[in-house]
């Protein structure tokens, strides 16, 4: 797919609306609105999703009078990275302009046969965790679905896409509506329709929401736990006073994971924070009774914060002892670091740089 940078916003199109984001039910209804059979809304559906077009003009199975009518209140919804950054391992971070203020960050992974797109949900988070960057800019607003979706369909790598996680900037139960439509619009026959199991969504256990989740969708969850004693989570996730981990788990013991469903936890390792043997314990016996996966992550540094990783021996006696117990537990590999783009470091640092386009040097690198 050809790079081509932008620098126009998905809501400074002055009264258009967009199709991208839109349900088959509502192409439908959009294009008897406009004058035009109901299955003309299937056709827009597949220009949208499946071909994967910019421009009404491209739609070149409606007629053209059909496409200018449709032209004069909806425009397709896409929109390319502002910029993007390459590590050297493979890992590229992009930068979504949302309005002329504020942009957002999506991460692509490539690894073996697998291509796994972070992408966001908010700009900003409210949660504010100790150790994440994306919390220290505040909260700014929920993304739309286009904004969302167009994260999908605007990368490079966007018809390589194996697995798409919510693990970008914002926590994506915060914005479930938007994030549930985005599922639905991914898994759709009319659209990309892919399989549940390539989607994950990761929070920090928004529990009336994450009911919602584990009910509507068949999509992989992943929970932000980082320490399993409720006191010492609080002090690096403010989110423990409102959504205790002990709450979660009970949620969480409702359901069946021994099914296609995979569960996991994220547990990001400090230096003489959470690292020693007393906690591996404590998380063993959190987690009693669930079929799932625990994903040990180093922590990266981030300004401001005086925190420190576990080195790696620490981190592998942790792994063995949950192994030992019966806890499927793996050391995840740290991608990405040197742009900033690992686990916790989204921040939108072009943002501040008042970054505006793609240098040439960097779309053809």
Known sequence: MEYVPSSLSLREKDGLKHLLGLTLEELQQVAIECGMPKFT????????????VQSI?????????????????????????????RSVDGTVKYLFRINEKQTVEAVMIPEDDRST???????????????????????????????????????????????????????????YDRVKKVIELLTADYALAWS???????????????????EETSAHLAVSLHNPFPTERLKIMPAEKAFPIVEVMNLLKQYDWSK?????????????LNDSIPFAKELVRLLDGIDCRVNLIRFHAIPDVDLKTSDNETMVKFRDYLTYKGVTCTIRSSRGEDIFA????????????????????????
């Open 342 to 365: 690992a686990c916790g470091m989204l921040a939108n640092v072009k943002q501040k740089e008042n970054s505006e386009q793609v240098t040439s040097e960097k779309v053809n690198e």
């Open 260 to 272: 296609q469903r995979r569960l996991s936890f994220e547990y990001i390792m400090f230096n003489k």
């Open 41 to 52: 809304g299937k056709q827009i559906a597949d220009w949208v999703y499946k071909k994967k």
């Open 196 to 214: 549940p199991k390539r989607i994950t969504l990761s929070t920090t256990g928004v529990t009336p929401k994450l009911k919602l989740f584990l």
């Open 117 to 175: 797109l972070c992408v966001s949900s908010q700009i900003g988070c409210k949660f504010n965790c100790l150790f994440c960057m994306t919390g220290k800019q505040g909260f700014n607003g929920h993304l739309s679905v286009t904004d969302i979706i167009n994260q999908v369909y605007s990368v490079e790598e966007s018809d390589q896409l194996t697995n798409l996680v919510f693990m970008g900037m914002g926590e994506p139960l915060d914005n």
């Open 57 to 85: 003009d491209d739609m070149t199975n409606i007629s053209v009078p059909n496409r200018a009518k449709l032209a004069e209140k909806y425009d397709v919804g896409r929109v390319a990275p502002i910029d993007l950054q």
